[in-house]
């Protein structure tokens, strides 16, 4: 459940992860220590980074820490229980409780430092980093994120490990940068960009965090050319921050900075529209993007711009909210300002000293008792020695026993198999054989009942004839689909390059006029450039042309529906949105089945056989790709396949 959870939240949906997670945490039972710790630390990252709740974050914490209850598991899971420190002393220091989270972090760098663990050693080395860095002492800082980096070495396998030591190489290049060492700054941020783009084939299911990675380093790298008055480098590198973060699920709050670097700039060029239009979109994200220092800025952005339309009554309103944000932020900063990270860690050490020296006194105690302890153990285990030696010849024979009861059993299983698949394809067979006998009568009916339909008949004799004609119709449909289903399993794929653009912009105008019955709208995304794949051209149109008609079946109508395509380095994705009645979650793991029990009628009572998207799922699994949807009845579904370009 992890894994999902965790694709889920690197893919953006962060809130849909944790509900997800949390769901599957409180319906499950038996749960390993390892499955509640990653629970409790996902969770309390959400809450900490995400929602910005450091109430709900410290409950986390202190539950993360509750279920290390023994001194076995806090030795065994060693870096979780440092990890479990450091997470806590985060918590207590966003809450300015500096001493108690210096106290936090030292525990987790013992616990390592005893335990050999360089990992949990780079996060402490990170953490009094950035302390620093917040105190403005910019050389030292550079000097612990240098460190962490070195320590995290061999850890970096593990994606969050990745992704914390493009932040380090990051963190080095602000701290020149902040010192005005361009030149160091600069070396230092294209060493980011390098790593980034040497390991991104390595986490190809959270590209979205690589780009957000890179669109903070350009960000950042402005303020380089910002400084030595490159201002056109500046802005073109502020807008590339500007379009990656600003998406859905990406640093939002990142974005809101670089947007302010581009205001200074404007400001600076007197370039007052351009000003004002930037400033008019960072207040409208001031709802969902909430920063000290971003409103900060912009009142004091705002302030010159008024300024300069000589309207000081509204300039100096925004230069007291100005300052009065600024006054609010230095009284946050003070306390950790004041205080000497060096002498707490040196009273830290002593102190830890102090218990070592003691916990060497009792053991040395200790060590006496567990002497004679052994003496007597000895003698009792050479008895159990022999005891045992005699009872596992008996077990020998006893396994060998079930050992030739399993074989007999796996045996007998081969063969059911065997015997499932002959009768499945004789099923096939029967099916193929029955639908294609019923086809010709049927569709004789329909054809006899559509000429009655023209003759005189009185009402009740034409209502008949049109329920005997609409049933036909119906019937030979399933019969239809009954066949493409029991045929698609068997019959060879005819493949030949097909340009995947002109084949979804050829489905899409066929069946607009389908749509155009319901007043619906049907929007058209393709690839940016032209890609030819090799597919079966009718097999592939059969699937999008499903997805369609199910799209317009279930939406209602003068409601629209996007069909779009993208390409990644290895497929192309295709996907179809609507904004219809969604699937409920009771029927979300039977609508790939053939002959599920989740059809349902049209939002018009278009009839539904549930045929459909079980013959498209055998489609694209046959080319090698596959095929998922997302949905809920509040916003509608939306149906993806992938089909491989090699």
């Known amino acids: 459940m992890a894994d999902t959870a965790n694709k889920m939240y690197y893919a953006g949906r962060k809130q849909q992860a944790v509900r997800y997670l949390d769901s599957a945490f409180h319906r499950s039972t038996g749960l390993g220590f390892k499955q509640v710790y990653d629970y409790y630390f996902f969770v309390y990252n959400y809450a900490l980074y995400v929602k910005n709740d450091h109430e709900m974050a410290m409950l986390y914490a202190d539950s993360m820490l509750s279920i290390f209850d023994t001194p076995e598991k806090k030795l065994k899971f060693t870096t979780e229980y440092g990890q479990a420190h450091l997470s806590k002393g985060d918590v207590l220091f966003e809450l300015h409780r500096y001493n108690e989270a210096y106290s936090n972090f030292y525990s987790g760098k013992v616990i390592a430092a005893n335990n050999l663990d360089n990992c949990t050693l780079g996060d402490y080395s990170y953490r009094l980093g950035m302390i620093l860095y917040k105190q403005e002492h910019y050389g030292r800082a550079a000097g612990f994120f240098k460190k962490s980096f070195d320590e995290t070495t061999s850890c970096d396998a593990d994606f969050n490990y990745f992704y914390r030591r493009q932040e380090l190489l990051n963190n080095i290049a602000l701290c020149y940068s902040k010192n005005k060492m361009n030149d160091s700054a600069m070396y230092f941020y294209r060493e980011t960009l390098s790593y980034l783009e040497k390991n991104k084939n390595r986490f190809k299911d959270k590209p979205q965090m690589g780009e957000v990675a890179q669109g903070v380093v350009y960000g950042n790298m402005a303020d380089v050319y910002i400084r030595q008055s490159d201002f056109d480098k500046a802005k073109e590198l502020l807008k590339k921050s500007i379009s990656i973060n600003l998406r859905e699920g990406n640093d939002n709050t990142d974005a809101q900075y670089a947007e302010l670097k581009l205001a200074a700039i404007y400001d600076n060029q007197n370039a007052n529209d351009s000003l004002l239009n930037i400033l008019n979109t960072i207040q409208l994200q001031f709802d969902s993007v909430k920063s000290l220092y971003a409103e900060q800025d912009w009142n004091l952005f705002m302030s010159h711009y008024f300024s300069k339309q000589n309207n000081y009554a509204q300039a100096l309103m925004h230069f007291k909210l100005y300052d009065k944000f600024k006054d609010s932020i230095r009284n946050n900063n003070r306390k950790l300002k004041e205080d000497d990270v060096a002498e707490e860690v040196r009273s830290l050490e002593k102190d830890n000293e102090f218990n070592n020296l003691k916990k060497n006194n009792e053991l040395q105690h200790l060590y006496l008792n567990v002497t004679g302890v052994f003496a007597i153990m000895l003698i009792i285990i050479i008895s159990l020695f022999f005891f045992n030696w005699q009872k ?78 609409e049933t036909s119709i119906n019937s030979m449909e399933l019969i239809n689909e009954i066949l493409e289903a029991t045929n698609s399993t068997s019959v060879l794929l005819n493949k030949e390059p097909v340009e995947i653009n002109a084949l979804l912009s050829n489905s899409t105008e066929l069946l607009r006029f389908k749509a155009a019955e319901k007043h619906q709208v049907i929007s ?123």
Not at 396 to 409: C, E, F, M, T
Not at 422 to 439: C, F, G, P, T, Y
Not at 607 to 613: A, P
């Open 392 to 469: 596992s010849k008996n077990n020998i024979k006893v396994l060998d026993q079930l050992n030739s009861r399993i074989y007999n059993q796996n045996r007998e299983m081969e063969k059911a198999l065997a015997e499932l698949q002959v009768n499945s394809q004789e099923k096939d067979r029967i099916l193929r054989a029955v639908a294609h006998d019923l086809r010709n009568p049927i569709g004789g009916i329909a054809s006899l009942t559509g000429v009655m339909a023209d003759e005189n008949f009185n009402p009740e004799q034409q209502e008949l004839i049109n329920l005997i004609r």
């Open 524 to 646: 058209l995304i393709t690839l940016p450039r032209p890609l030819q794949i090799c597919i079966s051209r009718e097999k592939i149109w059969r699937v999008i042309s499903n997805l369609i008609s199910n799209a317009i079946k279930f939406s209602p109508e003068g409601s629209a529906i996007l069909v779009k395509a993208e390409e990644t380095e290895q497929e192309v994705k295709i996907s179809v949105k609507d904004n219809g009645i969604g699937i409920p979650d009771k029927l979300k793991n039977q609508v790939f089945n053939m002959f599920t029990d989740a059809k349902r009628p049209g939002t018009s009572g278009e009839k539904s056989f549930g045929l459909g998207l079980s013959i498209s799922q055998q489609i694209v699994e046959k080319h090698g790709g596959r095929i998922w949807f997302d949905s809920d009845t509040e916003n509608g579904t939306t149906f993806y396949f992938t089909l491989p370009k090699q």
